[in-house]
């Protein structure tokens, strides 16, 4: 009798078409989240898995490689669903090959911001570096009215963000014949050596009419430099990520522009995606063919915004 309730119960749960499906569980190897930056991306990654009823579970690389390989094997050993990358170096080996063995184990890969370095990644969300890249180029070269003497500060040597954004910056700066690149330098994405980089190179040029930096943090170390050698005040200085030092130096009148990112959109997209995947339904992404040494990717790219003394009080909080 007992045996017929249950039969009787399970044939009642398959006409209902009630699952007991088991709970996703998205896991996130993280750059780091103690960077403003990188915690909007965990928020983003939070929210949306909240709303959609999905766990995570977050490691934090704190900027180390060889740790955020590790972060990734205890993602494959606890049998995540699907995880979610934001490589060290945009681009590297390492987390190239963390990214492959998770595929390898049958566990979906998303980048979320940067590259990973492999071609077995689905996708990519990030905010579209070029484009920023070109503004921040027309910014400067409209500024200066076509003519003047340029510094960049660059990312880490083979960041592709970095490739990305001053290749986009480039791009426009080539078609001023007036603009004079004095130099494009290391700055590996720090204040401290924005600073140093920006001492050292205005010993070498000292007339500089305008800087250009792939992120904030390396622009407001360039600020300093040119503010302790009484050149801010005539100096064009662009950042990107547009954070929140950033736009209170905008307000401030030291930075004269930064590039907007999406960080939180990023993450949020990226848990979005991640579900469409595990579903198999389809989802819209470019292809992204560029000399990377792994070939191809495929990328959703959220548009950049310019953000100046002109908007920037709608961007503070």
């Given at each position: 009798?007992r045996?017929r309730?249950?039969?009787?119960t399970?044939?009642?749960?398959?006409?209902?078409?009630?699952?007991?499906?088991?709970?996703?569980?998205?896991?996130?190897?993280?750059?780091?989240?103690?960077?403003?930056?990188?915690?909007?991306?965990?928020?983003?990654?939070?929210?949306a898995?909240?709303?959609?009823?999905?766990?995570?579970?977050?490691?934090?690389?704190?900027?180390?490689?060889?740790?955020?390989?590790?972060?990734v094997?205890?993602?494959?050993q606890?049998?995540?669903?699907?995880i979610?990358?934001?490589?060290?170096?945009?681009?590297?080996?390492?987390?190239?090959?963390?990214?492959?063995?998770?595929?390898?184990?049958g566990?979906p890969?998303?980048?979320?911001?940067?590259?990973?370095g492999?071609?077995?990644?689905?996708v990519?969300?990030?905010?579209?570096?070029?484009?920023?890249?070109?503004?921040a180029?027309?910014?400067?070269?409209?500024?200066?009215?076509?003519?003047?003497?340029v510094?960049?500060?660059?990312g880490?040597?083979?960041d592709?963000?970095?490739?990305?954004?001053?290749?986009?910056?480039?791009?426009?700066?080539?078609?001023?014949?007036?603009?004079?690149?004095l130099a494009?330098?290391?700055a590996?994405?720090?204040?401290?050596?924005?600073?140093?980089?920006?001492e050292?190179?205005?010993?070498?040029?000292?007339?500089?009419?305008?800087v250009?930096?792939?992120?904030?943090?390396?622009?407001?170390?360039?600020?300093?430099?040119?503010?302790a050698?009484?050149?801010?005040?005539?100096?064009?200085?662009?950042?990107?990520?547009?954070?929140s030092?950033?736009?209170?130096a905008?307000?401030?009148?030291e930075?004269?522009?930064?590039?907007?990112?999406?960080?939180?959109e990023?993450?949020y997209?990226?848990?979005?995606?991640?579900l469409?995947?595990?579903?198999?339904?389809?989802?819209?992404?470019?292809?992204?063919?560029?000399?990377?040494?792994?070939?191809?990717?495929h990328?959703?790219?959220?548009?950049?915004?310019?953000?100046?003394?002109?908007?920037?009080?709608?961007?503070?909080?």
């Open positions: 009798m045996f309730a249950i039969l009787v399970l044939l009642v749960i398959a006409m209902l078409g009630v699952t007991f499906a088991a709970k996703i569980t998205i896991g996130y190897a993280a750059r780091n989240l103690f960077n403003p930056y990188w915690i909007a991306v965990e928020k983003g990654i939070k929210d898995a909240e709303k959609y009823g999905v766990d995570v579970i977050l490691y934090d690389a704190r900027n180390d490689p060889a740790t955020q390989r590790n972060n094997e205890d993602l494959i606890a049998k995540v669903d699907i979610l990358i934001t490589s060290i170096v945009t681009g590297s080996r390492d987390s190239g090959a963390a990214a492959d063995e998770a595929v390898k184990a566990i890969v998303i980048g979320v911001d940067t590259s990973c492999s071609s077995r990644v689905a990519t969300t990030r905010t579209d570096n070029v484009l920023g890249g070109r503004l180029g027309e910014f400067i070269a409209k500024t200066l009215n076509g003519e003047g003497k510094i960049v500060l660059e880490p040597a083979g592709t963000n970095s490739a990305l954004r001053v290749g986009g910056f480039m791009e426009v700066i080539k078609q001023y014949s007036g603009i004079e690149v494009s330098q290391p590996d994405w720090s204040r401290e050596k924005g600073l140093g980089v920006m050292n190179l205005l010993q070498t040029f000292p007339d500089v009419d305008a250009f930096a792939a992120n904030d943090e390396m622009a407001l170390g360039a600020i300093e430099a040119l503010k050698a009484k050149k801010l005040e005539n100096t064009i200085v662009v950042g990107f990520d547009a954070t030092d950033a736009l209170k905008i307000k401030r009148g930075m004269t522009a930064s590039i907007q990112q999406h960080p939180y990023e993450g997209m990226a848990v979005e995606i991640a469409k995947i595990l579903k198999g339904e389809p989802f819209e992404s470019k292809v992204v063919m560029r000399p990377w040494p792994w070939g191809i990717e990328a959703i790219e959220i548009p950049a915004t310019l953000i100046t003394a002109e908007n920037v009080d709608e961007y503070l909080e």
